[in-house]
């Protein structure tokens, strides 16, 4: 079978996702991808050209196949790059993080300590 999910799985190079629509499938690198936004059992992909892939997967799907990289689960609903990462905010509205691109993805209360620890730890070089 040449079947090119087979050549290079997502499972095997953590620096591509492979994303599926109907007519084919094709691979993103793991850096262009900003962050990734659950929506039901559905997620949106944003790059950093602004584009946006909707896939039929689960949000924590993704947070499993991108543990051991930069990627950080900030709320229920987002899973964002450390590497788009501009700052941390704590504002009386919400605690955010804020994206070089300007937009702001909420970090909730329960993730907040683990968030904080890890931007610390990535500043840090520690993995």
Same mark, same amino acid.
Request: overall charge positive; aromatic content about 10%; charged content about 25%.
């Given at each position: 079978m040449n079947n090119l999910s087979s050549l290079l799985s997502p499972a095997v190079s953590p620096d591509y996702l492979e994303l599926v629509n109907l007519k084919r499938s094709f691979f993103i690198r793991t850096e262009d991808v900003i962050f990734i936004q659950a929506d039901v059992n559905y997620v =949106?992909? /944003? !790059?950093?050209t602004g584009k946006v892939f909707v896939q039929a997967k689960t949000l924590k799907s993704y947070e499993q196949l991108l543990k051991k990289t930069?990627? /950080? =689960? !900030?709320?229920k609903s987002y899973l964002v790059n450390f590497h788009h990462f501009a700052g941390y905010q704590i504002t009386e509205g919400g605690t955010f993080i804020q994206l070089l691109d300007g937009k702001k993805v909420p970090v909730s209360k329960r993730r907040r300590q683990y968030v904080q620890t890890s931007v610390s730890q990535k500043q840090n070089g520690v993995n």
């Open positions: =949106r992909i /944003v !790059t950093k930069s990627f /950080v =689960r !900030t709320h």
